[in-house]
């Protein structure tokens, strides 16, 4: 974050840097108490903004990947595994810095058994495949 000032050092307003921003919204959604699904839209333009920071993929990654492991709650773990294979997808260069191997250690640590099907059986959260299945408004 930096304060931007004007000539005489009085504080005109804030900047917030893209990597912020990212590590800002990647929080609130692990933080969510449902499970996260968004449109093909909006599913782009959360790609779009993890793609603005390419330096911080290896990080965002396994950020995520302690979420699954780690969350509290099943949606949390849900949300950071929604998160992580959307940019798997959808961000060039992202999947490199997450292996397979690891997500499913993730899983394994995971005390959910949602999180454990999605990732160890391919069991989607009903919430993902209607988000998947919803046609892009016109």
Known sequence: VDLLTGPSGEVMGFSVSPVMQVYSMLDKIIAMQRVFALPVAERFALAGKVAAVP?????????????????VGASGALNALYVLEACQELVPGFKEHITQERLAKAAELSPHDSVKGAVLRGEKPPQWEKAAAASPSA
């Open 55 to 71: 330096d911080e993929h290896a990080r965002i990654a396994e950020r995520l990947a302690s979420a699954v492991g780690t969350s």
